[in-house]
Structures are given as C-alpha cells and as structure tokens.
C-alpha cells in the first residue's frame, strides 16, 4: 500500500527566510507521481508542485523547490525568501501512473510565517 | 481562473439522514474526484469517476456512498445513511486529462457535521 508520512505538524519561519518541509513515502511502483499542494486558511488546496518519479532533476517554481530523494524515498518542499502569504498547510501528496490520479495524502504541516 | 465550486459549505445532519454534497467541476475537465478529511487526519482518496462512471473507489466507499454528474455540470456525492464518523471536510477535485502529472483542482469544501 502506498502512505505518505509529513513529520511534522507544525513549522515557522522568519519571513524572508527559507523553510524546508519534510514528507516520505512509501510505494511499490516504479513510476509515480509527488506533489505538494498548498490549503490557506478557509481556501482550497493549490497546486505548488510536482515531480515526476523517472525525472532525476529536481523540480522548481520560482521560490519553491523540492529534494527528491527516490532511493530514500523522500520529497522534501524548501519555501526560499518566506512571505506572509506563504502561511498555510502543506500536504505531500503521491499518486501511481496505473491509477486515475487518484491521490495519497500525508497529514500536512502547518506552516508560519513570522513578519 | 476557473474554479472548483461546492455547496454547501457547511451541512449538518442527524444521523441516519440521507445527504447530497454537490460540486461543479471546471467546465471541460474530465476526470473528477472525491476526498473526504476527519478532523486532524489526513485527507482520504474516496472515489474518482470518468465517462459517467466510476473508476476507481476506496474501502471507504461503501453502499452508503454514491456518486452521479446528473447533467454535466454538477458533480455529487450522496450518503445515503449519515453515521457519526461521516462527519468530515468533504473536497471535490477535476483534472482534464488522464496524465498523472495533469493538475488537480481542489474545491474549497463542504464541512459535514452528524449529529
């Protein structure tokens, strides 16, 4: 069965700072799929983004970036230059190539963002 | 930017009651999704549906659960017979194609509260 595990419930960090959330995963496929989405306060979850599996380079949108470890089994999401807007929870996320995209969610970190 | 609606945004209940949770999907998406998350867990895979018909469910959906796009806009989820532990964040999701990189797009949710 795939899980996905975010060890951490809660994050702060100064603004302007860089943060670096933590999620790992287990699964038996070989090819899948990683995302983080991003749920503001009384919003819906957003996109941040996504790595495929089979790609080795690391995938970046703008301040966001992730490490992705594939032996290890771990995404990790680095937020450079914190703003207050980036305070929300953020979940991990996997999916399969075999299935409809159908998502496995860890528990998301809470982060803070300190002005 | 189109969006993933849901109404409504909160619905209580009492138990054993039947309840319809109804999303409108972005308009030329074709796969679509429902999510359920119990306070302080995590969000949970419930069903995915594509060409009018399931393609994938959960061990959660059981009998009582149903999904329908009665006329190609609206996107429902019904419980037929609500239970203490259906209380939940209900998120609906459509993505366009069947690429697992393809995004999805969250609802803001419906909190689902059984007395």
């Known amino acids: 069965a795939q899980t996905v595990t975010q060890s951490q419930p809660e994050m702060s960090v100064q603004e302007a700072e860089t943060v670096t959330l933590s999620c790992t995963y287990d699964t038996s496929e070989s090819d899948y799929y990683l995302f983080w989405y991003k749920q503001p306060p009384s919003r819906q979850m957003i996109l941040v983004i996504r790595q495929e599996a089979y790609k080795q380079q690391n995938a970046t949108e703008n301040r966001f970036s992730v490490n992705f470890q594939k032996a290890a089994k771990s995404f990790s999401l680095k937020i450079s230059d914190s703003q207050l807007g980036d305070a929300a929870m953020y979940f991990c996320a996997q999916c399969s190539t075999g299935s409809q995209g159908n998502l496995i969610f860890g528990k998301g970190t809470k982060l803070s963002v300190k002005p | 930017e189109p969006e993933v609606t849901q109404t409504p945004s909160h619905q209580v209940t009492q138990m054993g009651q039947e309840v319809i949770l109804r999303c409108v999907p972005i308009?030329?998406?074709?796969?679509f999704y429902w999510y359920r998350q119990i306070l302080g867990q995590k969000v949970e895979f419930l069903v995915s549906?594509?060409?009018?018909?399931?393609?994938?469910k959960s061990e959660i959906f059981d009998d009582q659960f149903s999904v329908e796009r009665p006329d190609g806009s609206n996107f429902t989820l019904k419980i037929r017979s609500t239970k203490l532990e259906d209380s939940a964040m209900y998120f609906c999701?459509?993505?366009?194609?069947?690429?697992?990189?393809?995004?999805?797009?969250f609802g803001p949710g419906t909190r689902l509260t059984v007395l």
């Open positions: 549906f594509y060409n009018n018909e399931i393609s994938e």
């Open positions: 999701a459509s993505k366009l194609g069947s690429f697992g990189t393809d995004t999805q797009y």
């Open positions: 308009s030329n998406h074709l796969y």
